[in-house]
């Protein structure tokens, strides 16, 4: 279906900006390394002013023309609603094709709209650029507030401009189009939270566009979290029309990085999640009112379908949290605990499908940082077409804080910006050769790898013993480790549920960065280590970098039928605080590792179990009989300073991190479990390093 363009009269275009001053909404929230490849490095080299210049140097057009409220019909008849941002020059809609930009959007387009609108204004008002200056100066150190600075000092990196589609993308000749998901916003049918529908749409979406009058039939896609998700998923029907994609902190694999990563539900940001998205789709089309273009029967059908399925997935997450059994599991709730099911399956992206060029940017604690590195070695093309950037942040800010000032990344609308302008419009700016893997090293800078894990890093054993290192006092045991294993008898050290994971980096990331505002809980685990166990090497000699996947491989014994175990990895500072740097889980019972998806290094052990995560497989514990679990800790790129120590913590909960269902925790009777320290049997770490941590 051809459609006309419609540009909103002055009163529609006022109320817009009226809109915009009330509704402002909330911003989503080191040397240069040199390179051993042909690529530039971190810092873009020769070619980064050229980019840089793109975006802040004179555009072909001044304005914009909104053609809002536009109805898609899918093949089934399903109506998707999508606002369209033209190019304009005072006000005229250019003539021609272009390239597109699609957001497939799935918290509604009219709050991004107004978004939009609110940065084009103080923009406009000349107020932008030093409010964003202002803000990415801000640094008051020793107030115990590090966290809102780390923060703040992001909002002069264009992560805002990159995330929002600003529209200075349509001042440089692209069009816009941000399309309401299925079942979200004002587009009608049921959410299908990412399933096979919503990828099908996304296909037949790209395609409505590729035929439009102001097409050139080149699409790029983009997005941040939800719509990062999304950007990467349209990729799943190989639609012709798609040449790009830029996805900013997004997730190839939504079960392994929050859904059900080792049994365990994110609670603490998917129930909020999902009460947010099922409250913003309720909101009617309040848009096509002041376009005139409301339509009864579209809207009478928006109302039945939000009517028919108000609250998706709520049922699954109250099912899942009141069951005392898996024989009270709901067909839909078996589901998510079937790795077969249509439901659970779509919760991975199939990232062989990836045929275009795909820009993804992450962060180490991000709430999706556990698979980035993984979609990124596993999309099939060559180097000059994939690139990942890393920051050592969350997701309220992925750690860019810095970028497009010297020696530095340049900011993310610019890498934005020239990747589009690369592959949509085919112009040679040399962005092919950005370095492919950009990473902010926790403990230390910035830099560029040409592979990961790092080639020089050899994965060892470091073996826990429960000789006191001394270095924590507070912990419920404060033991050793080491490369030799130097355990002399049996012995059992106990751990119990606690709270104090409230006030740790594990529930910084679950909460998205906003508990890392206080320095207390987002950079130090001493809080939290008062309720584990510790084992602490000795401080290394010279700086030693870690770079992949770990792995914890424990001998424990359960008091009850189940259990659930939280394992990180911590770099001690000499002054005693202890920062988190990887983080995994498991619950006892759905320990079974899939052999054909598990990685192991040159000794044989794993390096990043992939477990069935399969109710069918369950095999309960038997109290007082030692089993051994191999807990998956997210992948690392780190440095330990000279003088600093390695620290493997142990605990029986990371709540709100994750919370295992009611029926888990019925088996376990949360009751106090162990770790068997035995010679004959024993506990480790399978890490990667650079050099030998001396005993």
Not at 449 to 463: I, L, N, V
Request: glycine share 10%; hydrophobic share 40%; aromatic share 8%.
């Amino acid at each position: 279906m051809r459609l006309a363009l419609m540009r909103p009269s002055k009163l529609v275009v006022k109320g817009l900006v009226i809109a915009s001053a009330i509704l402002a909404c909330t911003p989503f929230l080191a040397p240069t390394a040199s390179s051993d490849t042909a690529f530039t490095g971190i810092d873009g080299g020769a070619y980064a002013p050229g980019w840089t210049a793109a975006v802040d140097g004179p555009q072909p057009y001044n304005s914009i023309s909104p053609d809002l409220a536009v109805p898609i019909t899918m093949d089934d008849g399903t109506v998707l609603k999508a606002d369209i941002i033209h190019p304009a020059n005072n006000g005229r809609a250019a003539d021609g094709k272009r390239p597109v930009i699609v957001q497939f959007q799935g918290y509604g387009k009219l709050p991004i709209l107004v978004g939009q609108a609110v940065i084009s204004a103080a923009d406009s008002l000349g107020i932008k650029k030093p409010l964003e200056d202002w803000a990415g100066s801000l640094n008051l150190p020793g107030v115990g507030l590090d966290g809102l600075f780390d923060i703040t000092r992001q909002l002069d990196a264009g992560a805002i401009e990159a995330a929002l589609q600003d529209w200075k993308l349509a001042n440089a000749g692209y069009t816009l189009v941000q399309v309401d998901l299925r079942g979200t916003g004002t587009s009608g049918g049921d959410w299908q939270v990412f399933g096979d529908r919503e990828k099908q749409d996304a296909a037949e979406v790209i395609d409505w566009v590729t035929r439009q009058p102001w097409s050139d039939g080149n699409v790029g896609t983009m997005g941040i979290s939800f719509t990062a998700i999304s950007a990467l998923e349209a990729t799943d029907r190989k639609p012709p029309g798609l040449k790009a994609v830029f996805a900013y902190e997004g997730s190839g694999d939504i079960f392994n990085d929050i859904a059900g990563a080792g049994g365990a539900v994110g609670v603490g940001f998917l129930v909020p999640w999902l009460i947010g998205v099922n409250a913003l789709k309720m909101i009617p089309d309040v848009t096509s009112i002041l376009v005139g273009k409301f339509d009864p029967a579209q809207q009478l059908q928006w109302l039945k379908d939000r009517i028919a399925d108000p609250l998706t997935l709520v049922d699954m997450v109250v099912n899942g949290y009141t069951a005392l059994s898996p024989d009270q599991l709901t067909a839909r709730t078996r589901q998510l605990v079937d790795p077969n099911s249509p439901f659970r399956k779509g919760l991975k992206a199939d990232v062989s499908h990836i045929e275009v060029p795909t820009f993804m940017v992450g962060a180490w604690f991000d709430i999706f940082g556990t698979t980035p590195t993984d979609t990124f070695a596993s999309i099939p093309l060559p180097e000059e077409q994939k690139k990942l950037v890393m920051g050592d942040g969350y997701h309220l800010g992925s750690g860019v804080a810095g970028f497009g000032h010297p020696g530095m990344p340049p900011r993310l609308d610019v890498l934005q910006r020239a990747w589009f302008d690369h592959w949509l419009r085919g112009i040679d700016n040399g962005i092919e050769k950005y370095t492919p893997l950009t990473f902010k090293q926790q403990g230390a800078g910035w830099t560029d790898a040409p592979e990961f894990p790092r080639a020089e890093a050899t994965y060892r054993r470091m073996y826990l013993n429960d000789i006191p290192s001394g270095t924590s006092p507070n912990s419920r045991y404060d033991g050793g480790l080491s490369e030799t294993a130097r355990q002399g008898g049996v012995n059992d050290l106990t751990v119990a549920p606690g709270v104090l994971s409230l006030c740790s980096r594990d529930g910084a990331r679950i909460s998205a960065g906003v508990l890392a505002i206080i320095q207390a809980c987002g950079d130090d685990s001493r809080i939290w280590e008062n309720d584990g166990l510790t084992f602490t090497s000795s401080p290394v000699g010279q700086a030693t970098t870690i770079s992949g996947p770990l792995n914890v491989h424990l001998n424990v014994v359960e008091d009850a039928a189940d259990g659930y175990w939280v394992s990180t990895v911590n770099d001690v500072a000499p002054d005693g605080s202890s920062r988190e740097i990887a983080t995994g889980q498991l619950v006892a019972s759905i320990r079974q590792i899939d052999e054909d998806n598990s990685k192991t290094s040159a000794n044989g052990d794993y390096t990043e179990p992939h477990y069935f995560l399969d109710l069918t497989r369950r095999e309960p514990t038997v109290p007082g009989v030692p089993v051994t679990l191999d807990i998956a800790l997210t992948p690392i790129e780190a440095v330990l300073q000279p003088g600093h120590r390695l620290r493997v913590d142990v605990y029986a909960s990371n709540f709100p991190k994750a919370l295992p269902p009611l029926f888990f925790l019925a088996d376990s009777g949360l009751k106090p479990e162990h770790v068997r320290l035995d010679p004959d049997a024993p506990s480790w770490v399978n890490v990667p390093l650079t050099a030998s941590i001396p005993d």
